[in-house]
């Protein structure tokens, strides 16, 4: 567990933005949202309230970083960047910014000034969210280029359908990472990794894929439901389904809207009286007699015991109702050896 910090960083913020003119402030507190008001204004926003350019507004907000950055105050707060430098390299040398801030403080005001004190602050780069990656900070070079490398090389190692535990795609990840000091060799570090990637994301369930995977990003009942029962890993009735996704994803799912939902997706079959499995697991639609029909074409005459033993495998259903099908002369015939073939 991290510690927490040990400076205010509204005080801190105070004191670094006291050598500035009264508008450089303005700007400075509009523009990071450094007062009661949050929003972190635009440049276009603040030039409109004062009659200016966003150009003229980027030269005094850039002039007055640069008086900060040269005054007295600044280096009397050294020891403030230096704590939030060693806690950017605790936790892996590049940060998700939401996750840094987020960790610092779950105050949206007190995060908006410990954003300020990293743009401030001469020993943080932030890198801002492009096609890959989310917003980040870094403090170590070189691990950063080794993570940005490690991510997409591992985002082209995934399929659309892979749904992988958290274990197994830590060490899938490691194994794309060369030569990591041991201060990095830390689960919890490389999961903060993991979450930098806009390519790759964890569902609800705590299972990793590609972030566009209907897997991992659910959008709809049929998603939810497809999650819930390989999870189970054995066929459920819909109810229970439904049930699931409601405690599961928080989303209320009505039992009818969801039975409807199974029955029209491919990736469910029913497989007994309400009970869903995956087509994934090797099951396949249609009704008993063509689970029989299906065993019969592709292994020849085979023995009622040895037909029954086979549909069990695929549906969840009694063996006097396997039984009654192979009665239908419409479709089975019995040989001369005791044996059913098709007709």
Request: proline share 2%.
């Amino acid at each position: 567990m991290l510690s927490a910090i040990t400076f205010k960083p509204k005080q801190v913020v105070k004191r670094l933005l006291a050598p500035l003119s009264p508008r450089a402030l303005d700007v400075m507190t509009k523009r990071y949202g450094l007062s009661e008001n949050t929003e972190r204004m635009t440049l276009e926003s603040i030039g409109g309230i004062y009659g200016i350019t966003r150009e003229r507004v980027r030269q005094i907000e850039n002039f007055a970083l640069t008086t900060i950055k040269k005054s007295d105050v600044f280096k009397k707060e050294a020891a403030v960047f230096k704590e939030l430098n060693m806690l950017a390299r605790m936790m892996g040398g590049i940060v998700c910014e939401e996750d840094f801030l987020m960790h610092l403080s779950k105050d949206y005001s007190v995060q908006n000034h410990l954003f300020f004190l990293l743009v401030v602050g001469d020993e943080f780069k932030r890198e801002k969210e492009d096609e890959h990656f989310k917003h980040r900070w870094i403090v170590d070079d070189k691990i950063s280029m080794k993570v940005h490398d490690a991510l997409k090389n591992l985002y082209e190692t995934l399929s659309h359908e892979d749904i992988i535990p958290e274990g197994e795609i830590i060490a899938a990840f490691m194994n794309h990472m060369k030569e990591v000091s041991e201060e990095y060799k830390n689960e919890e570090i490389i999961k903060r990794w993991l979450s930098i990637s806009k390519k790759i994301a964890k569902n609800p369930l705590g299972e990793w894929g590609a972030a566009e995977s209907p897997n991992v990003n659910a959008r709809g009942m049929r998603d939810y439901a497809y999650l819930i029962i390989r999870k189970h890993g054995s066929p459920m009735h819909f109810t229970e389904v439904a049930e699931a996704i409601t405690e599961v994803f928080h989303k209320k799912a009505h039992v009818a809207t969801c039975h409807n939902e199974l029955i029209k997706d491919k990736r469910f079959v029913l497989v007994g009286r309400g009970l869903y499995a995956l087509s994934s697991w090797g099951y396949e639609k249609g009704v008993v007699k063509d689970v029989v029909a299906k065993i019969l074409k592709k292994e020849g005459p085979l023995t009622k015991k040895d037909i029954i033993d086979r549909v069990l495998k695929e549906r969840y259903v009694k063996e006097n109702t396997v039984f009654v099908n192979l009665q239908d002369s419409k479709y089975f015939k019995k040989t001369k050896d005791g044996k059913y073939t098709l007709a």
